[in-house]
Each structure stands twice: as C-alpha cells, then as structure tokens.
C-alpha cells in the first residue's frame, strides 16, 4: 500500500513537479493552485538588436511585470518557403530564456497572423503568391502552412523546455489574432469553421499550458477569450469558467501624419483598471481584507457618495475610490499624477532652413 501511494505520488510528480501546473477558474488564471493576477507588457523581439533584450527585459521587471507578451513574426522567420531564420534578433527561444532568467513569464502570441502594426500581419509574401490560397479561412493550402509553422515553433519552444508544464517561463499562448473582429463579416460560415479548427489544431500540440484567442466572443472551448479595447472593464469572455483577462490595453492609439496626438490621460488608464477590478471583483469571489471599490462612471457629473455608518465620500467624475477597511479612501483615479510628454511640431525658424536627407539600407 505504502509503496502504491508513493509509486501514484511519483508518476503525478513526473508530469508536474518539475513544472508549474497553469489552469484557471472564472477568477483568475491559477499558478500551482494560487490564483493570480499577471500584469504583463510587450516587447517585440526583432523590434531591438538581442544585446538590447536583457535591460528591455529588467526595465520591465523594475516596472513590476510579471510577463513579457510577445508575438511570433513569420514573415522574418520564414522569408523563403521553409528555408528559416532564427538567428541574431529573431532568436526568441534566447529571448524567452532570458525572461526566465529575470524570474518573468512568457505570454507567446503565435499568430501566426498578428496584426501588430507589422507589414502584413506577418504573413510572408510567398504565402499570399501560392496558388489556390485563401488567406485566414477555411482554405486548406492556407492551413497547411500555418499548421506548419505553428507546430514548429511549439516544437521549438518544447525541445527547450519552454512551456511552465516542463518548468519553463510560458504561461499562455495564443492562436490567431482578432479574428473575431472580421470572421463573419469577412468569411462567413467559412471563417466559423476555420476558427473552431484553430482551435483543435492549436489544442492538439499538448502544450500543457492554457490557449488564448483575443476578440473572439465565441472562442471554442476550453481556449480563453480575452479583450483589446480601450476599455475592458465591461468586459466579459464567452464562457463563465474562463477568467476576465484582457491581452491588450489600449493606453495610446496611432498618430496620422499632421493630426492632434490621440492622447489618453494615466487618470482615465486608472480609472479603467480600477473598474475592472470593482467588476471582477463583484461579479466573483474575490477575498480580500475589507475594500470597498466606489465608481462614478458618470463622464461630467462629480457624486458624493453617502455609506450608511461609514461616512461620505466625494468621488469625482469618471473615478474610482478604493476604501480601505470600506471606510478610509486610500486611492483615487483622478489624482494620479504623472508626467506626461507630448510631440510638438515647430516649424524650422532658420530663414532658408535645408534639411539633408540620406537613405540607409
Ligand atoms: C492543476 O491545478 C488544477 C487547479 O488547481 C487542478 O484541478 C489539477 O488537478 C492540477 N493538475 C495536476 C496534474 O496536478
């Protein structure tokens, strides 16, 4: 008997006791039976030379992140049909081992379309001149090539002992990219059936770790849908047993050439994280000390808000307060002070000012 128990205790051991065991609950994502909560932020990697990554990945972890998101961009990697390229910049299993070695985790954004204001969302151009394909749909010449890609990158990423289920740094992966945006507008029944084969196809590599999809409100299961928005707090994924999680924060948007600069202030960031964490946090069981959370979602209208017993608090417009003890306003969003720069565009003052201009390669 004894010798059964610890022979069950060692075959379990096998699978996970040299890694981390992720799954999750409609609360949160769960570490080793410990709910938490991962801020996370990107770095690109062919974005920066590799001797640049590791300051990249310590300036993150000063600023308190837990994860270092990145997507996989297949176009460098593959810029002629099976002939790779995963050296120098695009080394991403360096990249990754770095992270793990600041003590982060990974979240893999395979793609492999990836949007990622990246020319062509990283489709490589011999992909789109191949005959008979149909890009991002039920088109089998299309899924050939991504099936291909993605399980060599998982491989990749497998023989390096990558994946928190083999003890290393990858918490998350994704498969696709927004798709849900443009799946029925776009292709249809076609495009439905395309996503639910992402799906398995992405489930059937056995990575050991939870799926993402972003901006996809019917993500089949067990994948986990999660928000890119400005605001997420409202937001919530498609099935009750997936977490609310949001892969993109939208603190800033693009900038036309000669428009104002889309500017978003660290007080209206605040107050967005701060609801969404008053939403979570009522619409499940989150067991903290005794916090209140006060919103005023209202956009011009300050509110003074009366608790019974425990006093009055003034909460301005478009913030939220957070009690401590649900008497003691300990936070505000909007009296967070930051520093903010903005671009300013100066015409050059020299009379017969000449700019010279060179082309690099
Ligand atoms: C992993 O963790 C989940 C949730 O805590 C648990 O249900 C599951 O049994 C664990 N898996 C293993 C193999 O320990």
Not at 95 to 107: M, N, S
Not at 255 to 273: I, M, R, S
Request: proline share 4%.
């Amino acid at each position: 008997m004894f010798k059964l128990q610890w022979l069950v205790a060692t075959l379990a051991c096998l699978t996970f006791c040299i890694g981390d065991n992720v799954s999750y609950d409609s609360n949160a994502i769960i570490i080793n039976r410990e709910r938490r909560i991962i801020f996370s932020g990107s770095i690109h990697y062919p974005r920066s030379t590799e001797a640049m990554w590791p300051d990249l990945i310590q300036k993150a972890k000063d600023g308190r992140l837990d994860a270092i998101e990145t997507y996989i961009f297949w176009d460098r990697h593959e810029l002629q049909r099976q002939k790779y390229d995963f050296s120098g910049c695009l080394d991403f299993i360096k990249f990754f081992q770095l992270i793990q070695d600041a003590g982060l985790y990974v979240v893999m954004r395979i793609g492999p379309y990836v949007c990622a204001e990246w020319n062509y969302g990283g489709f490589p151009v011999w992909l789109h001149n191949m005959p008979g394909i149909q890009l991002r749909t039920n088109n089998q010449v299309y899924k050939n090539e991504m099936q291909t890609f993605t399980t060599k990158i998982v491989n990749m990423c497998k023989q390096a002992n990558l994946f928190a289920s083999q003890g290393g740094p990858i918490i998350l992966a994704q498969i696709e990219n927004e798709y849900g945006n443009v799946m029925t507008p776009a292709y249809g029944d076609a495009g439905k059936a395309y996503i639910n084969w992402c799906a398995q196809m992405a489930e059937s590599l056995n990575i050991g770790v939870p799926w993402i999809m972003c901006q996809e409100s019917d993500a089949p299961q067990p994948i986990i849908n999660t928000c890119n928005r400005f605001y997420c707090d409202n937001f919530t994924p498609n099935n009750r047993k997936s977490p609310k999680m949001f892969t993109e924060n939208w603190v800033g948007w693009f900038k036309k050439w000669g428009d104002k600069d889309p500017y978003k202030t660290a007080e209206d960031v605040a107050f967005l994280w701060q609801d969404f964490f008053n939403l979570a946090a009522s619409s499940t069981i989150i067991t903290w000390e005794r916090f209140c959370f006060l919103s005023n979602t209202d956009e011009k209208n300050d509110a003074t808000i009366d608790l019974q017993g425990d006093g009055k608090y003034f909460v301005p417009a478009w913030s939220v307060s957070i009690l401590d003890g649900c008497n003691k306003e300990v936070y505000n969003t909007a009296k967070v002070n930051s520093q903010t720069s903005l671009f300013v565009k100066k015409k050059n003052e020299k009379e017969n000012a000449q700019l010279s201009w060179a082309w690099a390669p």
